[in-house]
């Protein structure tokens, strides 16, 4: 009887697929995963013990570079735990502003999310057509606050200024637009046979199973489970408008992209009553320059476009934090992806971790 062995293949930390530098140590048994193991801190910067030695304000700039394809997210979860310590009320103008910026954000991030799993599987042409289309968001937040990437334009108090008048029609010409570049998009990968053998019925955790581990975001709701920040704890205005949350049913890597391509339909909807809603009127609160926060503790959070981002703030009642921890949903989701590899083909591992949508910048924070 011949004896066969498992052999250890190591992928990364430099590898097109794993989203940055991350580097995942593959037991194999032939084809089949035997354990996919995660190897993170590649990227660790050291951003929670910087916070300490830096103003509340200070600090803002650095929370761009931990998801940094969302930073919209990023800086609202940031300033709105702030404003919560110092019970700060932000004017109604700047909170749909908000709201239209992080919508707008998540469809973008959502476009780089399609444009990797299509990379990732083969599809280059698929990648090309979702960074054009990001292309005419990043114009509008260029257009807001004269940055394409690490914005800084949510201030704790309010934004950093009001929006041009050339924004808002161009923002209603992207949203009239937006339905024929979604249907491209379903045309060119959803219909391709290829990417939907690739990724139907492979990946699969159950949703019972992602509650557990802590799974949040669309990669929990391709599980079924219908968790949404936005719904049960609604903040800024989220709870005057109308949209619903596509959820999946197997959990498996086709119903992780599908989740998140129909999301992008709810967000531009989202959007759309925003700015009619719009109203006018100041954009930043009335706040000392230098703020001082009351002794105490406060945790806030949001839905960011890869799940749960929370801030948690520990205020000594000086003008610097004494400690932030942030909850950054890629980190919490890359723990499910030994467990959701075991048993799969070699191959399916690009479709994994494609799917479970890493952004290493806020994995290593």
Not at 154 to 165: L, S, T, W
Not at 174 to 195: Q, R
Not at 212 to 239: C, H, M, N, Q, W
Not at 291 to 312: F, M, Q, T
Request: glycine residues 8%; proline residues 5%; negative net charge.
């Amino acid at each position: 009887m011949p004896k066969t062995e498992t052999y250890t293949l190591n992928m990364g930390p430099q590898h097109p697929s794993t989203h940055g530098v991350l580097q995942v140590v593959l037991e194999l048994d032939g084809e089949r995963v035997v354990q996919a193991i995660p190897q993170m801190g590649y990227l660790h910067r050291g951003i929670e013990k910087l916070a300490e030695s830096r103003t509340y304000a200070q600090f803002l700039p650095y929370t761009d570079r931990l998801d940094y394809v969302s930073s919209m997210g990023n800086n609202l979860g940031y300033c709105q735990t702030i404003e919560k310590l110092m019970d700060i009320a932000v004017p109604e103008r700047a909170e749909y502003l908000r709201i239209i910026m992080t919508e707008l954000n998540r469809i973008a991030s959502h476009l780089i999310f399609m444009s990797s799993v299509a990379i990732d599987l083969g599809a280059t042409t698929g990648m090309m057509f979702g960074f054009r289309d990001r292309e005419r968001i990043l114009d509008l937040f260029d257009m807001a606050c004269g940055a394409r990437l690490t914005y800084s334009y949510i201030r704790i108090g309010g934004v950093k200024e009001d929006v041009p008048g050339e924004f808002i029609d161009a923002t209603r010409q992207f949203l009239a637009d937006f339905p024929a570049m979604l249907t491209e998009h379903h045309t060119l990968l959803t219909g391709n046979e290829i990417l939907y053998h690739r990724l139907k019925n492979s990946g699969v955790i159950s949703g019972q199973r992602a509650l557990e581990i802590g799974l949040t975001g669309p990669t929990l709701r391709a599980s079924g489970i219908d968790y949404d920040i936005r719904k049960v704890e609604p903040y800024g205005f989220y709870d005057r408008f109308s949209f619903t949350v596509p959820l999946g049913t197997t959990g498996d890597n086709w119903d992780r992209y599908m989740v998140r391509m129909e999301e992008m339909q709810q967000s531009a909807a989202i959007v759309a009553q925003a700015l009619d809603q719009l109203p006018e009127g100041p954009v930043m609160a009335k706040i000392p320059k230098v703020l001082k926060p009351p002794a105490g503790d406060v945790y806030h959070r949001i839905e960011n476009p890869r799940g749960e981002l929370g801030y948690y703030v520990v205020s000594d009642g000086s003008t610097k934090p004494y400690r932030i921890h942030v909850r950054r949903p890629s980190f919490i989701n890359l723990q499910a992806l030994n467990e959701i590899c075991q048993g799969t083909l070699i191959a399916d591992v690009v479709a994994v971790l494609a799917t479970l949508d890493p952004l290493m910048g806020e994995v290593d924070c």
